[in-house]
């Protein structure tokens, strides 16, 4: 009998590590007490690389490389799954005020991402101020959040998988250091195996599983657009703030790191200042009011290292979680890294930085 395995959390991380599952031929359910990827995978940008990766710990840029190395195939296989588009685009993103340009060409040169310091592209005409510490970074690409949970969805449900949706986990039963079954507001589940990718809740316990990785909600907001078509056709970044184009046109800018809760309200100072910012970069939104202003909830972790490891006290209850800001492109490679896990297998990535322990030696600084 194949083994089954239950995950919870319907996010990038719940679905990625279904998908890998299924193509194992194991068979799989998803809990999520919302909708599919309704949280931070709904809400993100879906950039597909750390903002500014030479200012990340060694160990988020390997992960993320070693998923954006992956991405443009894994999309093709989830995309021929499912028939739904999740609009992968390699549209590049410019940076500028880089604090030191020279070291984060060499930092690019070394780690193998392409690197430059003037871009091709038409730009906005304001980006001509800042070309003093500028860095174009042409290979990085993008997928839009909603259709690439979606299509996820779809291939889990193509394969086989379950996804049970308005499905609260809320407990565990147990049999020595094993779980039995996962236990919800909807009924009990049976498993073989359980894989936890509970996103921000990640910090919170089921009852009978303790103790829990150190993940809180980190708060984001973003803005969306709908300028003229053909204003902007690369991501723009300067000073935390980020301007996203869509194939469509519409055009998101984010964001925000907020210490504020399990809270995903949105305010109004937020709304122009970052508004305000935007149209600094790209004036053709100066005159234009946000088509939409939401928040979503990052599963925070110190040093933006997520937890990609076996429990400590549960043989076969696994954690995929903790992905911070990241967790969009660091989904494939997290996603083969724990069913290497899962299975023994040796892995392409060494998986110690993303261990429990190693999670235990890591503690909040300052900045979020
Ligand atoms: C504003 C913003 C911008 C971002 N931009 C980017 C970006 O450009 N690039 C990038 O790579 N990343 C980005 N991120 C981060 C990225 O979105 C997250 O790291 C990623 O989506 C995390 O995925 P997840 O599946 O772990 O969490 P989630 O998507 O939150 O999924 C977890 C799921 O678990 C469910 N759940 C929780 N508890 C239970 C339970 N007890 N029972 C059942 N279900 C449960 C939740 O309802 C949720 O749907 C951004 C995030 C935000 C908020």
């Known amino acids: 009998m194949t083994e089954r ?32 990827g309704g949280e931070s995978s709904w809400a993100g940008g879906g950039i597909l690389s750390p903002l500014l990766p030479w200012d ?109 949706e308005h499905c609260l986990a809320t407990g565990v039963q147990t049999r020595q250091a094993r779980v039995t079954e996962v236990r919800t507001d909807a009924g009990d589940f049976p498993a073989d195996n359980v894989i936890l990718a509970a996103g921000a809740w990640g910090g919170l316990s089921l009852t ?44 998101l800018v984010g964001s925000t790191l907020e210490d504020a809760g399990f809270d995903k309200t949105t305010d109004d100072a937020t709304r122009q200042r970052l508004h305000g910012e935007a149209a600094e970069l790209l004036p053709a939104l100066a005159g234009l009011e946000p088509v939409r202003h939401w928040a979503g909830l990052r599963p925070g972790s110190p040093g933006n290292v997520p937890v990609i490891d076996r429990h400590p006290d549960f043989d076969n209850v696994f954690v995929n979680a903790g992905h911070y800001r990241y967790g969009v492109t660091m989904a494939p490679a997290s996603a083969a890294l724990l069913v290497d896990l899962m299975e023994g297998n040796t892995s392409a990535l060494d998986p110690a930085p993303y261990r429990w322990e190693a999670a235990l030696a890591r503690h909040w600084g300052g900045a979020l």
Request: hydrophobic share 50%; glycine share 8%.
């Open 56 to 164: 990340y710990p060694e160990p988020v840029a390997s992960l993320a490389l070693h998923s954006m190395a992956m991405y443009a195939d894994w999309v093709a296989e989830i995309e021929a799954l499912s028939g739904v588009d999740a609009e992968f685009w390699r549209c590049g993103m410019l940076a500028s005020e880089v604090a030191v340009p020279d070291q984060a060409l060499a930092w690019c040169a070394e780690h193998g991402m392409a690197a430059m310091r003037s871009c091709p592209l038409r730009l906005p005409a304001p980006l001509d101020a800042y070309k003093e510490n500028q860095l174009w970074l042409p290979d990085i690409a993008q997928v839009r959040n909603p259709r690439l949970v979606a299509s996820l969805r779809a291939a889990v449900l193509r394969l086989g998988g379950e996804v049970h």
């Open 5 to 36: 395995a239950v995950v919870v959390g319907a996010g990038v991380s719940g679905l990625s590590v279904a998908l890998a599952l299924l193509r194992r031929g194991e068979r799989v359910t998803v809990l999520e007490r919302g909708e599919t």
């Open 208 to 251: 009978g599983i303790v103790p829990v990785p150190n993940i809180r909600p980190i708060r984001g907001q973003m803005l969306l657009f709908k300028p003229a078509a053909g204003v902007l056709d690369t991501i723009l970044y300067r000073n935390g703030l980020y301007l996203i184009p869509r194939r469509d046109g519409h055009i």
